[in-house]
């Protein structure tokens, strides 16, 4: 069964365009990283998936139930974790562990004072006397003791300093090894998304490419070498992406080694050292969307 499923998705701000027919599905117990640049539309489908916002037409369900009318029952097993989010400023540590504890059947306190513990605060501390990257742990400790059958993460790594973020991937890992649940989740920080997901969406100008992380990281493939003066390269059919600085030359590809020789040999490219570097998915990333 899949925890979301998105058909034939249209949604307009104003008549601008942002996606006219996106079908994509995330299967129940997978964790599924959506990747885009800035302004593809990934907050507005987690808005859409939620229900704050109607799209032009499609259809979205969400463990079952139609987007924009989710019971009150199928919003208690969703934990969203919205970019911006919202804290009760006005609220204590403990005040806010109450407080939100009422609202969620499977309220797990412990979970929410192991996170928010490690920021050595009182639980007397009032949440507006926070900073940015503590308001966030306080937000992520009550999303994760709600103990949700499906998480939505719209950029969770806001404010977050190097070492809760990477806190935070550990949790989020015994909370995926723990049972049936699913993961939905969107980054900037792309590299931390390379150690969570198996699948990664890439919205690109209203369309969607799905693929499992693994194949992306074997099958796309990240070369370098060093072009002769006042060479041009561009973009193609084999030639994916490219980064140039000076003579210096990173080029992204589906191609293999030899067929990728041949090719540059057939453009007429004459060059040096080529080879084949490792490549992170922030790498793969740029490579597929470039850099603006
Ligand atoms: N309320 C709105 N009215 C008009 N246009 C909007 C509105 N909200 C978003 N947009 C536009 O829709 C597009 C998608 O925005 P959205 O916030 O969904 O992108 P995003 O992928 O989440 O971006 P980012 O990575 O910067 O957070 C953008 O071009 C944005 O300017």
């Given amino acids: 069964m899949n925890a979301i499923e998105v058909s034939k998705l249209c949604h307009r701000y104003k008549g601008k365009s942002v996606y006219e027919d996106l079908s994509f599905s995330v299967p129940r117990g997978s964790v599924c990283g959506l990747l885009g640049k800035n302004g593809q539309g990934k907050t507005t489908l987690v808005n859409i998936l939620m229900g704050f916002l109607k799209p032009v037409s499609g259809r979205c369900l969400v463990l079952g139930e139609n987007s924009h009318s989710l019971s009150p029952s199928l919003r208690k097993r969703v934990g969203l974790l919205h970019e911006g989010h919202q804290a009760y400023e006005f609220m204590t540590i403990a005040q806010t562990e109450k407080f939100f504890s009422r609202w969620y059947p499977d309220w797990n306190r412990d979970i929410f004072y192991d996170l928010v513990n490690r920021m050595g605060l009182s639980h007397r501390h009032r949440v507006g006397q926070m900073s940015c990257g503590q308001r966030s742990q306080v937000v992520l400790g009550v999303i994760m003791a709600q103990n949700p059958d499906l998480l939505i993460l719209d950029d969770y790594s806001m404010g977050l300093d190097a070492g809760y973020r990477r806190l935070f991937l550990d949790v ?121």
């Fill in 172 to 292: 989020l890992h015994d909370f995926v090894a723990s049972g049936d649940k699913t993961v939905f989740v969107t980054s900037h920080i792309v590299q931390d998304l390379e150690q969570l997901v198996d699948t990664l969406l890439f919205l690109d100008q209203g369309r969607i490419t799905k693929t499992p992380l693994k194949d992306f990281m074997t099958s796309f493939k990240k070369f370098t070498f060093t072009a002769e003066d006042g060479q041009v390269l561009q973009k193609d059919t084999v030639i994916t992406g490219l980064e140039q600085r000076g003579n210096r030359i990173t080029l992204y590809t589906y191609a293999e080694m030899d067929d990728l020789t041949s090719h540059l040999a057939g453009l007429g490219i004459r060059l040096k050292d080529l080879q084949q570097s490792p490549m992170s998915l922030e790498d793969g990333f740029i490579g597929l969307m470039g850099k603006y």
